[in-house]
């Protein structure tokens, strides 16, 4: 009789001893599957809030695009450039954005240096021979070109012809076609052509 008591005893020790086992290992998978949960949850939080802060970065972002800065005629530098381009063929072609981009860095109307421009050398259509051969946009008088100024290159060339605009007549208060042909040019009308230009580049 004591023998089985004994034995079971023992079953029941050992029996004890597996559920305890179990009741931890019950233990330690709730507490992985708490910390697992937190984690998410969190992770969550966090992906949320990053795509909120991504969402208001580019909020700003589009902002600023949007905000670019009016320059000239209602316009910004992009603007006035593509309008100026729309005019512009042969040689000169491709160069609004310097056009437009230089002479309000120097403080001269762009359209009406694109419209002299265009007046003195043709490039509405075809660009003259002083513009093809000699980089003159604008009938500089000067030397390498017969009576007239050779440039190395056409950018030179513009900026050089409206660096001119602005030493000998903006800077003296000159700064309309009609002010400007006295000294410009022998022809009376030919401010008169200039002013057809810029009415021509205004429309688009």
């Not at 079971?8 to 029996?15: A, D, K, P, Q, T």
């Not at 179990?22 to 599957?33: D, H, K």
């Amino acid at each position: 009789m004591k023998a089985k008591l004994k034995v079971l005893e023992g079953i029941l020790l050992s029996m004890a001893v597996i559920l305890n086992a179990y009741l931890i290992y019950i233990n330690i998978r709730v507490s992985e599957y708490k910390t697992v949960k937190e984690h998410s949850s969190t992770a969550n939080y966090i992906q949320i809030e990053d795509n909120e802060l991504l969402g208001l970065f580019s909020s700003e972002i589009e902002e600023v695009i949007e905000e670019e800065p009016i320059v000239y005629d209602g316009k910004t530098l992009d603007e006035v450039s593509l309008t100026i381009e729309k005019q512009l063929n042969s040689n000169i072609s491709g160069k609004g954005y310097l056009i437009a981009s230089y002479s309000l860095e120097k403080g001269v109307d762009p359209y009406m240096a694109t419209a002299i421009m265009l007046h003195e050398t043709g490039c509405k259509w075809k660009c003259s021979y002083l513009v093809r051969e000699c980089n003159n946009v604008g009938g500089q008088k000067g030397k390498g070109c017969g009576a007239y100024s050779y440039f190395n290159s056409l950018d030179e060339g513009i900026k050089a012809f409206i660096d001119n605009l602005y030493k000998n007549y903006i800077s003296y208060g000159l700064t309309t076609p009609e002010e400007i042909n006295p000294k410009y040019a022998e022809d009376p009308n030919w401010s008169k052509g200039v002013n057809k230009y810029i009415e021509i580049i205004k429309a688009q």
